[in-house]
Every structure is written in structure tokens, then in C-alpha cells.
């Protein structure tokens, strides 16, 4: 079949648009209750969100989920990659284009309430070990505070809640209260066995990262859909189905 040269010329856009959109990825790590495996199905608050984005911006765009240093390299090194969830740092400003809020976080560290408390910054300074996931945002915001004490053995965070009761650490940092909870009823920790320490090692808003070369219009049009979920109740539905008090 043979076509005008208009219609040729706007077939070609059309597909090249297609293909130009088919082109990006995205991208996740494991960490619950935001990004996470269940039944071998990728669900979490933050996932449930994306996909309520893309519904309303018309993307297909395939989620993949990965290890963590994979993700933040794919987000760094690839043309047009996506990566949720992120919390966005002064030192992260620049390289990424930013949608978001989606919610605001802090994380705190957490020992077994049967142990000797630990209530200051100073106090943690000092104790033997502090251990934490071997890589991220928390680590090096423990070792930018001039943390010498930290193990970052731990290759997931089940695997510090693991250490803890295993006795093989006496305080752990990697998640929020949400994420606490999250594992505590994984494993089936009883309520009040793991105590929070009163010192904010971090506060933040998660984000949706943008590759520095995606475009503009792409960045433009998640950053509206976000916020009609925002203005329709829909993301502080999705939130709330997540928010689980923690048992101090």
C-alpha cells in the first residue's frame, strides 16, 4: 500500500514518538513497604503509585526490579531510566530531574528493647557496632556524620533484622517506621520487642528520579499525573493502605 508523502512523513513521527516512549525503563530496588516481591508479584506504595501515574500519562513502561547498586547504576549510566524509590539529597540534586514529593520519611536506628537503651547521638557514637545495609543513602549518610563503628555486612534488610535477633549486632539503620514494620511482620516479631532509638539518623521525601537526558514533556507529564492523584484523594488512599503503626 502506498502512501502521500504527508501521510508517510506522519506515520514516521508517530512511530518514532512510539518508539522514542518504548525506549525508557524503569527501574526499582527491594525495599519494603515501598518497593518489594510478594507472591512474586512487584507491589508496594510506591509501585502502586508509578502504576497509577503511567495509567493516567498512557505509558507501558516495563518495571524491572533489581539490587540496589544495579538500579542507581542503571539510573546513573543508561540514556532515559527512571528510578523510584529515591530520596532526593542536596548531593543528588543535580544529576536527576525530580517528581515528587510522594511522601516524607525519616529513619531511625533500632535495637531489641531487652538491651541496655541507647537515647543520644553521642551514646551511638560509641557503641561497638552499628550495622546497616552495604549500600544506599543511609550508609553513607552514617559515614558523612563521621560514624566509625558502622558493619555494612548486611545485603537486605531482612538480613539486618536477621543480625539483631540472631544476636549477631545490637543495632540496626536501614528503614522507616513503615519499613520496620513491614519487617517485623515478616518475621513475625513480636510487638515491642524492637525498641527505636529517639535519634533521626535521616529525614527526607521519597521521589520519582528522571535519567538527566529524559524529556522534558515526559518528566512534565508524570509530574501532573502525581499531583491529580494528589488532588483526588487517590495517593493518600494508596498511602494509607501502607501505614501500619510500629510497636516501640
Request: aromatic fraction near 8%; include cysteine; charge should be neutral.
Amino acid at each position: 500500500m502506498k502512501h502521500s508523502a504527508p501521510t508517510a512523513v506522519l506515520l514516521c513521527l508517530l512511530l518514532g514518538t512510539q518508539a522514542r516512549a518504548e525506549q525508557y525503563q524503569v527501574v526499582t530496588e527491594e525495599w519494603a513497604p515501598y518497593n518489594y516481591r510478594e507472591n512474586d508479584q512487584l507491589t508496594g506504595m510506591t509501585t502502586e503509585i508509578v502504576r497509577a501515574i503511567m495509567a493516567r500519562t498512557g505509558d507501558a513502561f516495563e518495571v524491572s526490579m533489581v539490587p540496589s547498586m544495579r538500579a542507581t547504576q542503571a539510573l546513573n549510566t543508561r540514556d532515559k531510566t527512571i528510578m523510584y524509590s529515591l530520596f532526593r539529597t542536596p548531593e543528588r540534586e543535580a544529576l536527576y530531574k525530580w517528581v515528587g514529593p510522594i511522601v516524607e520519611e525519616s529513619i531511625h536506628p533500632y535495637q531489641l528493647s531487652s538491651t541496655p537503651p541507647v537515647n543520644s547521638l553521642e551514646q551511638l557514637r560509641h557503641v561497638p557496632q552499628i550495622t546497616t545495609r552495604h549500600a544506599g543513602s543511609v550508609p553513607a549518610r552514617l559515614q558523612s556524620m563521621g560514624f566509625g563503628n558502622l558493619d555494612k555486612s548486611a545485603t537486605s534488610s531482612l538480613q539486618l533484622y536477621r543480625m539483631l535477633l540472631a544476636g549477631r549486632t545490637t543495632i540496626i539503620v536501614g528503614d522507616t517506621d513503615a519499613g520496620v514494620a513491614y519487617y517485623s511482620r515478616q518475621l513475625a516479631i513480636a510487638p515491642g520487642l524492637l525498641r527505636q532509638i529517639p535519634v533521626e539518623i535521616y529525614r527526607s521525601s521519597l521521589y520519582i528520579a528522571f535519567s538527566p537526558d529524559s524529556e522534558d514533556k515526559v518528566v512534565a507529564a508524570w509530574a501532573a499525573a502525581l499531583e491529580q492523584l494528589r488532588q483526588s484523594g487517590e495517593l493518600a488512599r494508596i498511602q494509607q493502605r501502607y501505614a501500619q503503626p510500629v510497636g516501640h
